[in-house]
């Protein structure tokens, strides 16, 4: 473990000093492939001008995306592979057939120092196993999450787990905590982030025992963050904490539920608005502020949901985004690169780890 | 067990006979007590005109109330009671002292068979601790749970549990299932309710083990239920089942999710309608398609969560409702009791715990 974190700090070392930064993109990802990852990183450049692009995938059908953008071309390297994943693909079947696609090549890209962070649109459950085995896990971290934006009346808040594991013990939900606050930290610049736990508030029972065990951690411990302590699902959207921790298959349908809602309401004002001639004018009339509102909603700005507990940044697009959306998970990588979150996140979880020590359950142990 | 189901369907029987329904209020429960509690009854009576009521509570207070509705009074009896349940009371603390409270007689009055639906909107967790001893749980029913009508683009979805217990076994959510079902038959009149089990979709990991195997034994057993197997987040607002299943800690927390998610695009909504001159004039002429918007989202219309798995209707509504809000939930009492569901619900978890037999987990055994 020292070995693996020790070579790891001194090629992240390196990195930090070399500039620029260098992304790695699995070009084959997502339902259109180059189609969008080429254009979507020649946005992204526009944004941050300082980057290098590894581009992994099919040359041949690379290229002819690519000579649209000379800017793009100029600060891009592409690495040909035949092989790439399929959005069908079983995870187990993925890593099995796997080794040499365009997405174990973008990781590998980060596991050698070559880049700092993956961005993928492919397959999420292929990415999550195949960033465990290139990558692997931070010092006594045992699975890694998947985290994720979440607009608010305020400015965004991060939630995990967004379900990769169903379940999480108290130190889980202890480690979640801080990972987000890296993200907040990289995202917001947010140097004490708020963080809150999500629980239910019926009854006496206030939520299952790993919450009630991590809310008496989180509360004990001197730890770089500012914990809250319980927050409700209807105080996510409020913004009243930066953070929101989770298990992974309540944080997964509580994503959805809210995606489905909002999708709802959506339809509902659209049709309120077209109801009659009149509200149709109306509409006319309140097109700008309504143009607002649908900016305000556009999913596009918040694409790109980290895994975090790896030994790198590994960024997760949505397989059905556009070039605007692939440009948007590429920034949210460009900002935890910039923010120094693996080496910060890194030390931070040692910390907690040291404090919480003989409370350590078995599985961490091993890790 | 047997006296206890015995007795429950004489009485049963003796009240489907004695046209005209009684229902029982907790004329305490709720923010503002009988100030509430007696104009809604007499809404109710309104659509509902062959109710009559049971009042539970202060008579002192109740009379001026009731007095100002003549067709209510002279349908309506007084129960009068000093004590009074409060909604910051512990349940623990609420059944040790409530005893001859205005909630606990109104429940009594269901288990005597005076009536056949008790409604409070007073404290939650007191309840459902006194519905269990008052009326104690259907044969095999370890725990009852709190189900909620969710609107839909369609007609209305039932979930279950919306947090009455942390976590499920595979027993339990089937018995959601049927009780669910029961809700949807008696609310919407639907046979054979189209029932989803709630799940995650990410990675290989389909789900719990408790929600896997209550997906195989809802798909192999002949049950009157039309089973559609796992339903996403996103997919409860999209109406493609009747009837949503899923353990109280997710289920309370999708709930309240999408709640607060509503909230705030009602809230971007009127920024964006509010933003200019010409969107608040636009607002104006769309003020019909506006309003039926508002109507929709009217959470009143929803109010009424029964307490399920109980002998006898139990109803809950919002602590904060007006009188629309509270005879929304005497209709939903109303409702379950023409449907006739304890005696139907009875008999079909009868039959499913027969089928699933051997697979009892201990706990139900015990019941």
């Known amino acids: 473990m020292m070995d693996r974190l ?74 040909h592979t035949d092989i790439a994943i399929e959005m069908q693909d079983k995870p187990s079947q993925a890593v099995r057939r796997g080794r040499g696609s365009s997405m174990w090549l973008a990781l590998e890209a980060v596991q050698k120092g070559e880049a700092e962070v993956a961005v993928s649109a492919g397959n999420t459950g292929a990415l999550m196993a195949m960033a465990k085995l290139v990558l ?64 239910i508030g019926v009854e006496e029972i206030k939520g299952i025992e790993e919450v009630r065990q991590a809310h008496a951690w989180l509360k004990e411990n001197e730890l770089p963050i500012d914990y809250r302590g319980f927050v409700e699902g209807d105080q996510i959207g409020q913004g009243i904490v930066d953070v929101v921790v989770v298990e992974g298959y309540a944080g997964n349908i509580a994503l959805k539920t809210a995606e489905g809602t909002a999708k709802q309401m959506a339809a509902y004002v659209r049709e309120a608005l077209t109801s009659s001639l ?28 980290p895994f975090l507990g790896l030994n790198g940044i590994v960024i997760k697009s949505h397989g059905g985004t556009d070039a605007f959306g692939f440009a948007s998970a590429i920034g949210v990588g460009y900002d935890m690169a910039e923010s120094n979150l693996i080496v910060r996140l890194t030390a931070d979880l040692q910390s907690l780890h040291g404090k919480l020590g003989e409370t350590r359950p078995p599985e961490a142990k091993q890790a």
């Open 278 to 305: 009149a509200a149709k004018l109306g509409a006319l009339l309140a097109e700008r502020g309504l143009r607002a509102l649908k900016d305000r909603m556009d999913p596009r700005r918040l694409n790109g949901g």
């Open 136 to 199: 692997r896990t931070m010092p006594g971290i045992e699975r890694p999450v998947i985290a994720g934006q979440w607009p608010t009346v305020g400015h965004n808040s991060i939630v995990l787990d967004l379900g990769a594991n169903i379940g999480a013990s108290a130190r889980q939900l202890a480690d979640f905590a801080l990972m987000g606050a890296a993200m907040a930290r990289a995202l917001f610049g947010i140097e004490r982030p708020r963080v809150g736990l999500l629980n």
């Open 6 to 79: 020790t070579h790891w700090q001194v090629t992240q070392g390196e990195n930090a000093m070399a500039a620029p930064r260098t992304i790695s993109l699995d070009a084959m990802g997502g339902d259109q492939g180059p189609a969008i990852v080429v254009p979507g990183a020649a946005l992204a450049l526009v944004r941050h001008p300082d980057v290098n692009f590894i581009l992994v995938g099919d040359q041949a059908r690379i290229q002819p995306h690519l000579e649209q953008h000379p800017a793009l071309e100029a600060r891009s390297r592409i690495v």
